[in-house]
């Protein structure tokens, strides 16, 4: 349903403040059903497995690696090989697509493609993941989230042709390179941790315990965090800055996400290497973009435009 077609609606409707009311509900239950329920049973895991199920290595072998693939995927991915919100020097644009590759969320080239898709159709008719897809009562919002969270990976009808959106990666050679092996980052995504937790603790209880928690959970988690940009802040948050879209500020998922759940601004303005723009938005992504240009790896950075940003802005 498009935004025109929507504003349409909201006029005809009788009791208007009343439907957002019940709309705003709906789709919190929504959030709440199909990501926290999920959560919250793995962290009620954690008290029990503690102490021999679970350890401190296991931590911090799975935080490693969640830095690790969430970055490559917030800064190489999202950042720099889809929006051109920089440049980098081979060696970084090498770690990027590899530390990408860690997440397991797909080759560095079809994800690219499958995000321009998204930009060029947002919430419209040929965006591969819209929450809005079906319609706007409590059936579609609940079956649009779904889709949006994680259905679309296996239910897409059209499939993104990397041709149309990504003829630039398919140019590079490195990024194809790494592309076509990216099975090999699924494996070692997978298995460097029970090896590491292995050899620390010098034990296959301690491999395993480390495949299950800093591998398994890990991506787990990781995985929904970045398709809850696509979901929750395609349906729920702040609208801080005019889009055509539903893209919206999420604040409870800026750090686990790295600044992405400013979502509204990155659809306002998506080639800006900083999501978080306004005060308090913390977006760890944009710092280490910023660390980069410092050292040299990273030019032509894109930084926000205050006057863009004014022009813009929803008034308050």
Not at 83 to 99: D, E, M, Y
Not at 166 to 188: C, N, Q, S
Not at 276 to 304: C, M
Request: glycine share 8%; net charge positive.
């Amino acid at each position: 349903m498009s935004a025109t077609s929507e504003k349409v609606q909201t006029r005809r409707a009788p009791e208007p403040e009343i439907l957002e009311e019940k709309r705003s509900r709906t789709e919190r239950y929504t959030v709440f059903t199909f990501v926290f329920v999920p959560l919250l049973a793995v962290a009620a895991a954690v008290p029990f497995a503690w102490g021999w199920g679970l350890t401190w290595l296991d931590i911090a072998i799975g935080a490693v690696f969640y830095l690790i693939g969430g970055l490559g995927i917030t800064v190489g991915y999202h950042r720099l090989f889809t929006h051109g919100s920089f440049r980098a020097n081979r060696p970084l644009k090498i770690a990027l697509a590899v530390a990408g590759s860690l997440a397991i969320e797909g080759g560095v080239i079809k994800w690219v493609a499958d995000h321009r898709r998204h930009h060029k159709y947002s919430d419209h008719e040929g965006d591969p993941h819209s929450p809005w897809r079906f319609g706007d009562d409590w059936r579609s919002v609940a079956k649009g989230m779904f889709y949006a969270h994680m259905g679309w990976l296996f239910l897409d009808e059209q499939k993104t042709s990397p041709k149309r959106f990504a003829p630039d990666l398919l140019k590079d050679k490195d990024l194809v390179r790494i592309d076509r092996y990216f099975w090999v980052f699924v494996l070692a995504s997978l298995l460097v941790p029970p090896v590491i937790g292995g050899l620390v603790t010098m034990s296959w209880w301690g491999a395993f315990t480390a495949f299950f928690w800093a591998s398994l959970v890990r991506i787990a988690v990781l995985h929904h965090v970045t398709w809850s940009v696509n979901s929750i802040c395609h349906t729920i948050g702040e609208e801080n800055f005019a889009v055509r879209d539903r893209s919206r500020n999420v604040w409870w998922l800026a750090i686990p996400s790295f600044g992405e759940s400013w979502h509204n601004l990155h659809h306002a303005d998506p080639t800006c290497a900083r999501h978080g723009v306004l005060k308090g938005q913390i977006d760890i992504s944009a710092r280490i973009i910023w660390v980069f240009e410092k050292l040299g790896w990273a030019t032509k950075v894109r930084w926000p435009d205050p006057e863009r940003l004014a022009a813009k802005r929803v008034a308050a």
